[in-house]
């Protein structure tokens, strides 16, 4: 399944869809210390994780190191995957189709479909956890909205979110908010007809820049104004870091692209890339360990800024890394 996206900007917005899985929703002083609790507690003895039977992972819909962790967590149509130390693990429940997924510096945003047996509305609107997914907070839309696409700041928690269909609070279109309680429309002027990726600043709640077949743009006003920031070339993901931005171009090649004060540099990569790179992340621990993800069902890690390429997932398949 594809999930390189694309937004039609004409007299409306208009996106294409598609996708769903399990478990509890509270907010109380009980639970946030739970949550802390799980948090902190070291993945292998965690008890909502174990390592995974899984042999095949399909439909990832995003990568990220939520909650400033060393772990590289996977959003999947049944589930999270968490690779840490050269070990796959899998939840034990709350199993859901993370449609959206952001990770952010004490958890996640996501939003998508409950897993099998949940009892969680369907769609889930707009989500968060700050325990790896053993609870989530409901932020509002449940039950009404499905956000394929999100953009959550690292540090701010600022969020940007595509919205497909009328809801109680959005017409079809792109809004913004600081809290998930106030959204403004986005009027996204100067941006390009299509576009396939909207992200946002880790720590400037005013910048956010969307990735197009056109190139690269930035906003600095909260997406009501864009400016293009690289040649006309097709990008398909990028993210930011502290004084750069990193993306991924489209060509006969694919290439991951540094981009300081308007100077590009190449990152060295893996020999043979099948498809389009449609998600990519740095652990914000250390910029030298990246991670992308491609059409084709492939994941690599790099902990040396490209130097050197291990191949987690190979076309959907898990490859044993120990």
């Known amino acids: 399944m594809k999930k390189h996206w694309m937004i039609i900007f004409a007299a409306m917005l208009f996106i294409l869809s598609g996708c769903q899985e399990e478990n509890s929703v509270k907010s109380n ?3 946030k210390e739970k949550q802390k609790n799980e948090k902190e507690t070291v993945l292998s003895e965690s008890s909502f994780f174990k390592p995974t039977s899984r042999k095949e992972i399909n439909h990832v819909h995003g990568i990220g190191y939520p909650g400033n962790q060393e772990e590289l967590f996977v959003a999947t ?5 968490i690779y840490l ?4 693990y899998e939840a034990k429940a709350n199993n859901n189709d993370y449609m959206g997924f952001q990770a952010v510096s004490d958890g996640f945003y996501s939003s998508g479909h409950p897993g099998e047996g949940s009892d969680l509305p369907n769609p889930l609107g707009l989500i968060k956890s700050t325990d790896r997914g053993k609870t989530l907070e409901q932020l509002g839309f449940q039950g009404e909205s499905d956000f394929h696409y999100l953009a959550v700041g690292y ?23 600081e809290d998930a309680s106030e ?3 986005v009027q996204l002027k100067g941006t390009p007809d299509q576009i396939n990726g909207i992200f946002a600043h880790p720590t400037d709640e005013n910048v956010v820049a969307v990735t197009s077949p056109t190139g690269l743009y930035l906003s600095k006003d909260q997406g009501q104004s864009f400016s293009r920031l690289t040649e006309e070339i097709a990008i ?3 993210t930011f870091l502290k004084d750069r931005i990193l993306y991924a171009t489209q ?3 694919n290439q991951l692209v540094s981009l300081k004060n308007g100077e590009e540099s190449l990152i060295s990569m893996p020999d043979e890339i099948k498809g389009e790179i449609d998600y990519l992340t740095v652990n914000p621990q250390s910029e030298n360990e990246m991670s992308f993800h491609t059409t084709e069902g492939s994941l690599f890690l790099t902990k040396d800024a490209g130097e050197s390429w291990d191949v987690l997932i ?5 490859n044993e890394m120990k």
């Open 314 to 318: 190979e076309q959907n398949k898990i």
């Open 183 to 185: 959204w403004n429309q």
């Open 29 to 31: 002083d009980a639970v």
């Open 85 to 88: 130390d050269g070990t796959w």
């Open 236 to 238: 398909t993901s990028m």
């Open 155 to 177: 540090e701010t928690h600022s969020i940007y979110a595509v919205n497909q269909q009328k809801n109680s609070k959005m017409e079809i279109g792109v809004y913004y908010s």
């Open 251 to 253: 060509g006969e090649t």
């Open 77 to 81: 149509h049944v589930g999270p995957l």
